[in-house]
Structure formats: structure tokens, C-alpha cells
């Protein structure tokens, strides 16, 4: 292990944990974020290696720490005759991210933006109880094709229920319980799964479109409460992350949306 790496890819879906500890890998798996996160401008100049990991690409950005965040451990072998290779864990957002500063050295760098990062949850959190949204509950809903998730404790929905304090409803909390991060549902059973407030996630495929478009104009859709109240935001997959800088534009989405709800 290098005590101070200067050429570092990052094998996984979140390098957003390096750019918020001001570290710029050499190459990451671009092919797996790329124009699917929020700070896609940050990525410039990275080269793509891949996913999973293009062993040839990998080696071509003579790295001299590789860090591996991706749940199929068969990738890690080849990528240690590369070079020193570090696994992490896929925990969230900014235990992750402590565990990374960890490897690098960057204990302060952490501690800096997690301080920010509380004092934006403060303001953030004296927002939503202006408008009356303290101690609600939330449901975050993701489209994809044909197919509807409800998130349990990944993505958008950390932000909510560990920042800001949003309840999930009951049986959003068994799939949390379950270590379920998300689950498919049906359209006949969506009901049981919303809270007071809907966050519906979705990308520009056509066929997501279709099912959007669908969805929104059935009776089921249009009987649920957070619906007939209004309280329904329609957000793109990108916000569907929880590495630190997602996490931390997410809050200036979230006020912009609080902000123009009335």
C-alpha cells in the first residue's frame, strides 16, 4: 500500500467519494456513472476503465492504488497484479468516504466537508419545518424501463430519512429492517409503500417515459393522498446516489423544491 498515491482508479459507482476528499482518480468506471450521476462536470478527464474493470485499460493509467467498491469480489484478483488493491465496503455515503480519507491519509479533508455538509442539513431542516414538513413520512419511488422500485435505505432516500429526519412508512421500514436496499413493485400495490410526501425518480429512456406516462394518468395514481395533496416530486435516477457530493447538491435541490412548493 502506497503512503501517498498519486495515481488512483477507482473500480465502483461512487467516485464521488474521492472528489470530495479533493482527490481526482486517474481512472474510474465512468461507463457505470458517466451521465448517470449529478456532478457528471467533475468526471472531465478521467479516463473510463470500465465495468467491470477492462483489465487492459486499468493498467494503461499505470495506477499505483487501486480502490475496489463493487460487490463482485471475482473482479478483485486480476486487479492486484496491477497494482496494490484495496476493497472497501459498501456502506454508505460518508462511512464510506471516512474509510477512503482513511486510506489516503485525508482524515481533515473528511472532517471539513462533513462539517459543511451538517451545517447545509441545518439550514435544509429549518426550511422543511417552515413549510410544515417536520416529522413526515417519505417514499422514494424509482422508474426504470418497465419496472418500479421502491428504494429502502439507499440512495435519495438516505438523505431523507438520516439527514432530514423524513419517517418512512411501514413497510418501507421492513424492507430497511430486511437489509432490503430496494424492491420491485407492482402498480396494484404501490399504495401500501407512500408517505406523506412521493419522490419518484426516473431517467429519459423512452420506455421509462412510457411507464411514467402511464403511471401518472391511471386512477390508482391519481387516488394516492401524497398526489391529490400535491405532494409529489418528479427528480431524475441522477439524485439516486449517496456518495458525499450527490449528497450534498441534493440538499440545494431539495431547498429549490421546498422553496417553490409554496
Do not use: C
Request: zero cysteines; glycine letters at 10%; aromatic letters at 6%.
Amino acid at each position: 500500500m502506497p503512503t501517498d498515491p498519486k495515481r488512483i482508479v477507482y473500480v465502483g459507482s461512487d467516485p464521488g467519494d474521492l472528489l470530495a476528499l479533493g482527490v481526482k482518480p486517474v481512472g474510474a468506471s465512468l461507463s457505470v456513472v458517466g451521465s448517470q450521476v449529478v456532478y457528471g462536470d467533475q468526471l472531465q478527464g478521467i479516463a473510463d476503465v470500465g465495468y467491470p474493470a477492462d483489465l487492459e485499460k486499468v493498467t494503461a493509467q499505470e495506477p499505483d492504488l487501486i480502490i475496489f467498491n463493487d460487490w463482485d469480489e471475482r473482479g478483485l484478483a486480476p486487479l492486484e497484479k496491477i497494482a496494490p488493491t484495496v476493497a472497501i465496503a459498501e456502506n454508505g455515503g460518508f462511512d464510506r468516504m471516512r474509510e477512503v480519507a482513511g486510506l489516503l491519509g485525508k482524515e481533515g479533508a473528511a472532517d471539513s466537508y462533513v462539517a459543511a455538509y451538517d451545517e447545509k442539513v441545518k439550514q435544509t431542516k429549518a426550511l422543511l419545518a417552515q413549510k410544515g414538513k417536520q416529522g413526515q413520512s417519505a417514499t422514494v419511488l424509482l422508474l426504470m424501463g418497465k419496472v418500479m422500485y421502491v428504494m429502502g435505505h439507499q440512495g435519495l432516500s438516505v438523505s431523507l430519512y438520516d439527514a432530514l429526519g423524513y419517517e418512512p412508512p411501514a413497510k418501507v421500514q421492513s424492507l430497511i429492517d430486511g437489509d432490503e436496499r430496494f424492491a420491485e413493485i407492482s402498480v396494484e400495490v404501490m399504495s401500501e409503500y407512500i408517505g406523506d410526501e412521493l419522490y419518484i425518480l426516473k431517467d429519459e429512456e423512452e420506455e421509462t417515459k412510457a411507464q411514467a406516462e402511464a403511471l401518472f394518468t391511471s386512477s390508482l395514481w391519481k387516488s394516492l393522498t401524497a398526489v391529490k395533496n400535491g405532494q409529489v416530486h418528479a427528480m431524475d435516477s441522477r439524485w439516486n446516489f449517496d456518495d458525499p457530493v450527490t449528497r450534498t447538491m441534493l440538499l440545494d435541490e431539495l431547498q429549490r423544491l421546498t422553496d417553490s412548493a409554496g
